[in-house]
């Protein structure tokens, strides 16, 4: 089956659905409609998102709390869960799919993309297992805070729309609110979704989802000599390139699974994520990671080995010669760690200055990071400050005090200088383009679980929207919100985060 696109659809209508997905065959999806709630109340509106969809903001925050519920289906929506698989913790499960999300339907952005909107926490599905299909309140904020948060930092990320309360509870551990979020993707494919048809032998449908995707996310492909290979390798570009950007915030995504990785390029998935404070390479947060296969460090590993299990879906269709096809696959991974190494190095160049290359730049850049972890010292602080450094020597100070033994860094701040001679940039030059690369707030976790327990157990929603103030300009010095750039008090350190199921 080959995809053909269809009309945009009309931009006076209040919800402009154009729905591709829902067009594709029976068996890539359950046509299921979210299970209404008691009352609902809507948190949080994303005016600004809604407007950049082509929605009409005005009918939405009237009608918000229904339809974001799930309560109202909105016209021209097609509501239906997707079906996919993943390897779960390197565990194959075969059938996994939307559990706990509803896919209303898609629009036509004003800058004529496509983005999935998506209801979760909107009831159960004929994927909800032993589900309940439901969200908690905490969950539903953390994905709101760190989307957009990512999204300011300028990584590629699903969106937050709105976050709305149910006026029921849900039932983990503890009887919590339950709320629906309103999440907005270029789309909600994974790797899991290829491997769901491959699992069951189903290559037409395994084609007919590669011309989908080609279509819809990379369709300078379509005349390629070889389409799903060259499909292959932009998908694993895109993953390498994302990761390394992962990397140079702090962020540890925490259930790298096959189904939480899109063919989009996109971060998905906020569940038991994190950012680090302290560096540690080994840094785990996620309470069920207990083996530490998803650390800091493992992430662009793990990117590599979920590619290899989408290249074992898409093998068939790379060349007719079973060999060819394998080799095609192996040397695109093998690219795609060159790649990843690519991104990492030159991102981490800026983070320190540098604007031109030089073979020692990696020793200079571990060295740094090997000082880091010995001194307990804060990742997004130390880059921040070198900024200063890099502006006035006399800001040293505010730098090695940083580190739990300030004497050692000197050394490294004598190299750095050193190599910042062959550079061309004037001094405040370079410290204005280091500070675009590093920012001074970031959803610190500690501050992210205040906002929680805030809302969660008094409904107070004012630092859920302080939170979302500060990390939306993460690159600007904003003095008045200094506490925000500060690492975790005694006792106030995030050891563990948790998934939201």
Request: contains cysteine; proline residues 7%; charged residues 25%.
């Amino acid at each position: 089956m080959n995809y053909v696109p269809p009309q945009l659809a009309s931009e006076t209508a209040p919800f402009p659905f154009d729905n591709s997905y829902a067009r594709l065959p029976a068996n890539f999806y359950a046509r299921v409609e979210p299970t209404p709630v008691a009352e609902p109340w809507l948190i949080k509106f994303n005016r600004k998102l809604a407007e950049e969809l082509g929605l009409e903001a005005e009918a939405l925050e009237r009608d918000g709390a229904a339809i974001f519920s799930g309560n109202k289906i909105p016209p021209g929506a097609e509501p239906l869960a997707m079906a996919y698989a993943g390897h779960q913790f390197g565990t194959f499960v075969p059938q996994l799919g939307d559990g706990r999300a509803i896919l209303l339907g898609e629009v036509i952005d004003r800058s004529g993309k496509r983005r999935d909107i998506q209801l979760k926490g909107s009831g159960q599905t004929p994927y909800s297992r032993r589900g309940d299909g439901r969200a908690a309140l905490g969950p539903v904020l953390r994905e709101y805070i760190i989307s957009e948060a990512m999204h300011a930092l300028g990584i590629p990320t699903t969106r937050a729309l709105a976050a709305t309360v149910t006026g029921q509870p849900v039932y983990r551990e503890q009887i919590l609110p339950g709320a629906v979020f309103t999440r907005v993707a270029a789309s909600h494919i994974r790797v899991g979704t290829f491997q769901f048809f491959a699992a069951r032998g189903d290559m037409e449908s395994v084609k007919t989802l590669a011309d989908y995707v080609i279509e819809r996310h990379y369709p300078e492909l379509k005349d390629s000599e070889k389409p799903y290979f060259s499909l292959f390798k932009a998908v694993a570009a895109r993953q390498a390139e994302l990761i390394a950007r992962w990397l140079h915030v702090g962020f540890i995504h925490g259930v790298m699974n096959t189904d939480n990785m899109t063919v989009s390029g996109e971060t998905i998935d906020f569940g038991p994520c994190a950012f680090m404070d302290a560096y540690d390479p080994k840094k785990v947060f996620s309470s069920i990671d207990q083996f530490g296969r998803y650390a800091y460090a493992n992430q662009p590993a793990i990117g590599q080995w979920n590619l290899a299990r989408l290249a074992e879906t898409l093998v068939p269709l790379f060349d007719p010669v079973a060999d060819t096809a394998v080799n095609l696959a192996n040397d695109a991974l093998t690219e795609y760690g060159s790649i990843f190494q690519k991104h990492w190095l030159d991102g981490m160049r800026r983070k320190i200055g540098l604007a031109t290359e030089e073979d020692g730049d990696l020793d200079l850049i571990q060295s740094l990071l090997t000082l880091m972890h010995e001194g307990n010292a804060d990742f997004t602080l130390v880059f921040r400050r070198l900024a200063a450094s890099a502006e006035d020597n006399g800001a040293d100070p505010a730098l090695v005090e940083l580190f739990e033994k300030p004497g050692t860094v000197s050394p490294w701040l004598g190299d750095w200088r050193e190599r910042l001679t062959r550079e061309t940039l004037d001094t405040s030059a370079r410290a204005a383009a280091m500070r675009t690369a590093n920012p001074a707030f970031i959803p610190r976790n500690h501050r992210v679980e205040q906002a929680i327990d805030a809302a969660t157990r008094d409904a107070d929603f004012s630092l859920f929207e302080a939170l979302l103030d500060v990390t939306s300009r993460p690159y600007e010095d904003r003095p008045e919100h200094e506490a925000y750039a500060a690492p975790p008090q005694a006792g106030e350190e995030v050891l563990q985060t948790f998934c939201g199921t």
